[in-house]
């Protein structure tokens, strides 16, 4: 087959003898690079990926040691190597596109995500820092410090004395409420948003507590409002946010009557009465 040939030649002997594999090599290593950076910059765990695009890219190996052991026609047909050369040619072709197609792949399922220090699962780059990271944080709470009581001469009932050091203990934060809810499908279960941000998950941590669907992540998604405007963000769970049947990767305004689909079985609707 004319083309197959001239092809053949072109990969071993083409670019002025020093063969066309150059740039199959020069598209593995910029793929391989990228990915290690882009992946080690954001601290994300595709190691999978890291390793497909190597080892791909070692294909070329064998077509490198060919050619410059067979460095021209006439000794290509006296090289023991030569049965074996078309192996060889399509390993190496192989070589120059699978990284590149293992760094775009990467590309697609990180799209948007970023890598906790801590080791926590990826979350969507948009919210800044680790969900898991910022609950681990709230439910920290200082020490209790004993109150001690002693009492007053001018007193008759006993009075508190702190200890100097005792730290100031917040008072419970209560979040206001907006006129927006997230409705069950026949209407039997409602939850009204909070004022700037709403936590959904299956932890009883979150402002919205799905309990009941064990595809639902613990920290699943939140909904942040700004001047009455609402934005739905899944933060990087394993079975996903959809919004009207499509999943969604970077924040996601929200429409009334937009159906929500929590994991795989929690559907509910945005309702709200602002236009």
């Keep these: 087959m004319p083309t197959t040939n001239t092809f053949f030649l072109w990969f071993y002997y083409g670019l002025n003898n020093l063969g ?3 740039i199959f090599l020069l598209l593995a290593l910029a793929s391989v690079v990228w990915l290690l950076y882009d992946s080690g910059s954001r601290r994300l765990p595709a190691i999978g990926w890291r390793i497909g695009a190597i080892v791909s890219a070692a294909f070329l190996l064998p077509a490198i040691l060919y050619r410059f052991t067979v460095t021209d026609l006439e000794s290509m047909q006296n090289s023991p190597l030569t049965p074996f050369s078309e192996p060889i040619f399509y390993l190496g072709v192989l070589g120059g596109i699978l990284p590149a197609v293992c760094a775009l792949g990467y590309a697609i399922a990180y799209r948007g995500l970023a890598g906790c220090p801590n080791g926590h699962a990826p979350y969507a780059a948009a919210l800044g820092q680790c969900p898991e990271c910022e609950r681990l944080q709230a439910v920290s709470a200082p020490p209790v410090m004993q109150p001690i009581y002693i009492s007053s001469p001018q007193a008759p009932s006993a009075q508190y004395i702190a200890p100097p050091d005792a730290p100031s203990m917040p008072a419970p934060i209560t979040k206001r409420k907006v006129q927006a809810w997230l409705v069950a499908g026949n209407g039997s ?5 909070c004022q700037h941000e709403t936590t959904i998950g299956r932890s ?6 799905l309990s009941g669907d064990a595809t639902v992540g613990r920290q699943h998604a939140k909904i942040m409002e700004q001047d009455g405007r609402f934005r739905l963000i899944d933060l990087g769970t394993k079975n996903h946010t959809r919004v009207n049947g499509h999943i969604i990767r970077e924040p996601e305004l929200l429409e009334p009557d937009d159906e929500i689909r929590f994991g795989d079985d929690t559907v509910l609707h945005f309702v709200t009465t602002r236009r």
């Design 204 to 209: 009883s941590q979150n402002d919205i507590y």
């Design 20 to 22: 066309g594999w150059f």
């Design 189 to 193: 279960i409602s939850h009204q948003l």
